[in-house]
């Protein structure tokens, strides 16, 4: 029988034998043999959003597809605030071993310049993992405004500089600075009226009491086929396939315009690359396959492949873009 005055000595022994055998093992060992594990136990998804909104519902059938690939639990743990900061920071001080994730979309990239304190940089913070998908969004106006184009609207504009107004679900949102880049690019000056929730301002789009709004294709689609309000254009690159009847913005008038909904993953700075690649490769299999594919188009989006280097730098170019944007605008939040 085991005395209690050995077990101690004993549990040093073996743990200063295990501690050694790390210590001694190459970094790229130890890092290799992570990723081969890796996943062991639940992950962590932070959506640093409210449940019920794109991200989250995309981070659920993300981590459930992960979940089935790895066999292991990719659990979706909400911590809206700040404008994503709070569960943002939550995320950035986490342990760097891969099982705490942080869902992040150009809302991060926008705060970036949009707050002039946050406690961490994304760029120096994290370590880009992977993007998810797309969406695009689609400008509508109220009917009575008596615009069908984009050359109408512009026109009108321009004709009554700072008499119209367009909606948003609050500053910095990527609402609002779709039509802020929409004002640059198009050089009008059309009045922003923020709202607390994309929900408000639309109904008061469609009252008539706010002349125009940036919202997604999905929610907009509906309204738009029942004529509550007028369809614009879109925001992507290409047609969206929600509203194929409509032009890009940048073929209706406003050359090279793209202001689109993305989401990715990112993990704390110091996550080992190899778990990097690895979480990499298991999203972009899962966005390529076709289930995925069609419940991401049902939703107005599409997926996105890039490796993380592609994903960094793509990410210093969005925060670039709406630098641009945010600064021009004049919509910078002091915390």
């Known amino acids: 029988m085991m005395t209690q005055s050995r077990m101690p000595l004993l549990a040093r022994r073996v743990f200063g034998k295990g501690l050694a055998g790390t210590l001694l093992a190459p970094p790229l060992a130890r890092s290799a043999r992570a990723a081969d594990a890796y996943p062991d136990k639940a992950v962590t998804l932070i959506v640093p959003f409210a449940a019920g909104g794109s991200a989250d519902v995309y981070g659920r059938l993300l981590g459930q597809q992960l979940n089935a690939v790895t066999g292991q639990a990719f659990i979706v743990e909400n911590r809206p605030g700040a404008g994503s900061i709070i569960g943002s920071q939550y995320a950035a001080t986490s342990r760097p071993d891969g099982y705490m994730l942080l869902v992040i979309s150009n809302t991060h990239t926008v705060n970036e310049t949009l707050f002039a304190k946050k406690p961490y940089k994304l760029m120096t913070s994290f370590e880009p993992v992977a993007p998810i998908n797309s969406s695009d969004l689609v400008l509508v106006t109220r009917p009575t405004l008596g615009v069908k184009t984009l050359d109408d609207l512009i026109k009108l504009a321009k004709e009554k500089p700072g008499m119209l ?146 994903f960094a730098a793509f990410i210093a170019a969005d925060i670039k873009k709406w630098a641009k944007v945010v600064e021009i605008s004049g919509a910078r939040v002091n915390n």
Do not use: C
């Not at 948003?168 to 802020?180: C, D, F, N, Q, V």
């Open 165 to 310: 107004t367009f909606a948003s679900s609050g500053p910095g949102t990527p609402y609002h600075m779709a039509g802020e880049l929409f004002k640059q690019m198009a050089g009008i000056d059309i009045v922003h009226v923020p709202f607390k929730g994309s929900s408000e301002a639309r109904i008061d789009v469609i009252g008539g009491q706010v002349d125009m709004m940036f919202d997604a294709t999905t929610t907009m689609l509906g309204l738009i086929k029942s004529g509550k309000v007028t369809g614009i254009a879109t925001t992507g690159k290409a047609r969206s396939a929600v509203l194929p009847d409509l032009p890009t913005m940048a073929d209706a008038g406003v050359p090279d315009y793209e202001a689109v909904i993305w989401l990715g993953i990112v993990a704390p700075k110091g996550t080992p690359a190899a778990i990097v690649d690895t979480l990499n490769t298991l999203i972009t299999t899962i966005d390529q396959k076709p289930e995925v594919r069609a419940a991401w188009e049902k939703q107005g989006a599409e997926p996105v492949i890039m490796n993380p280097e592609q």
